[in-house]
């Protein structure tokens, strides 16, 4: 499915990379609407704290609470397909604050994104710190 061209003549690889590139885009400018266009309604993040729901997440930085500064994707992803489901696997840095807190993180990050309706939304997002 990787070389399979869209109708803007770019790879399904090339279009779901810039898909996962707007979303942190939207992350670091903390916009929880544009933020919460990227993930279907069910999508959920683990991460050693547990689960978190779009729902919880996008709550967080509606109040607030949670801000991102800086994320880019590093290295060189993975893209797997599955019929309409796809899995991105990339590392990526980012600097986050919580509660005013701030945290440099360095993870390698799984996304599983279903293609419906014309576009890529993301259902999951696992998260694993890399080792310092």
């Known amino acids: 499915m990787?070389?399979?061209r869209t109708s803007s003549?770019?790879?399904?690889d090339d279009q779901l990379l810039a898909v996962l590139d707007e979303w942190q885009v939207a992350i670091v400018a903390n916009?929880?609407?544009?933020?919460?266009?990227?993930m279907a309604d069910e999508w959920i993040m683990v991460s050693e704290n547990g689960m978190t729901t779009a729902e919880q997440f996008l709550a967080?930085?509606?109040?607030?609470?949670?801000?991102?500064?800086a994320m880019k994707?590093?290295?060189?992803?993975r893209i797997r397909y599955h019929g309409e489901l796809?899995?991105?696997?990339?590392?990526?840095?980012?600097?986050?604050?919580?509660?005013?807190?701030?945290?440099?993180?360095?993870?390698?990050t799984t996304d599983a994104f279903i293609h419906a309706d014309g576009r890529w939304r993301?259902?999951?997002?696992?998260?694993?710190a890399t080792k310092t």
Do not use: K, M
């Open 31 to 38: 916009d929880a609407d544009r933020i919460g266009s990227y």
């Open 86 to 108: 796809a899995l991105l696997t990339t590392r990526v840095t980012n600097t986050a604050h919580y509660q005013g807190i701030r945290f440099d993180a360095d993870e390698w």
């Open 122 to 128: 993301c259902v999951l997002t696992q998260i694993t």
């Open 9 to 12: 003549g770019r790879t399904v």
């Open 73 to 77: 994707r590093v290295g060189e992803p």
């Open 60 to 69: 967080f930085v509606r109040s607030g609470d949670l801000t991102h500064s």
């Open 2 to 4: 990787a070389t399979t």
